[in-house]
């Protein structure tokens, strides 16, 4: 119940194109919903996060779109330029206690030209 | 602020050997975090702390062990290296567990 689903493992899209990566969750106690960036060789870092107070948030070309009932939430990256190129993670996490985030397994994304 | 740092940033070890890798952040978080990424991995939390003097196992503690005697501070020691615990080791820091986590640029480990 701890875990965080996270698909596609790679993903591959064009230059300009929309990068949809999808993560899923059973505690339903989790509130707090992160997306980290990741380049080769360095560490991840925070890219857009999302509160189950609202079902989407948009940060430039970065949108997270969250459903609450299905228990899903999803990263859209649009104009995904090679610059996106990365490995991105979802987390989750309750909003009490002490419990640390709990990160998908990641995807790997490649923008072509 | 220098955020998160980690020393060192590579090290190989033979197997048997002990070492301890070193974190230390300047934003007074309350909770830090010792993760280890395998090649094309995901990442997996081997111990956090959520205060001075306050630790937990997470994930993956076994063949690690960690101390949080300052806010600032939280090595992590390697007794006894295993081939299996070559990887890439990420300390990182957050305000609380729902809140950004800072991480460090990492140590390289490799142990033959």
């Known amino acids: 119940q701890q875990q965080v689903k996270q698909s596609p493992q790679s993903l591959i899209v064009q230059k300009g194109g929309i990068s949809i990566i999808n993560c899923a969750y059973e505690?339903?106690?989790?509130?707090?919903f992160p997306w980290y960036q990741q380049f080769p060789g360095k560490g991840p870092a925070l890219l857009i996060a999302?509160?189950?107070?609202?079902s989407e948030k948009k940060e430039g070309r970065f949108t997270i779109s969250f459903n609450k009932s299905a228990k899903q939430f999803s990263l859209h990256i649009m104009d995904s330029q090679p610059g996106d190129s990365a490995t991105y993670f979802c987390?989750?996490?309750?909003?009490?206690?002490?419990?640390?985030?709990?990160f998908g397994k990641g995807t790997r994304l490649s923008v072509i030209a | 602020n220098a955020g998160v740092t980690q020393t060192p940033k590579f090290r190989i070890l033979k197997i048997g050997q002990s070492m301890t890798l070193q974190c230390a952040q300047d934003?007074?978080?309350?909770?830090m975090y010792w993760y280890r990424q395998d090649p094309g991995m995901g990442l997996k939390l081997i111990y956090y702390?959520?205060?001075?003097?306050?630790?937990d196992k997470g994930e993956v503690p076994n063949g690690y062990n960690v101390s949080r005697s300052t806010t600032e501070d939280f090595p992590l020691r390697l007794e006894l290296a295993a081939p299996s615990q070559t990887s890439v080791y990420f300390c990182?820091?957050?305000?609380?567990?729902?809140?950004?986590?800072?991480f460090g640029p990492g140590t390289r480990l490799t142990v033959t």
């Open positions: 505690n339903t106690a989790f509130d707090y």
């Open positions: 702390s959520v205060g001075a003097g306050i630790t």
């Open positions: 999302i509160r189950p107070d609202v």
């Open positions: 990182a820091s957050s305000y609380d567990s729902n809140y950004e986590q800072y």
């Open positions: 987390a989750a996490t309750p909003n009490s206690g002490n419990t640390p985030l709990v």
């Open positions: 934003m007074n978080h309350n909770y």
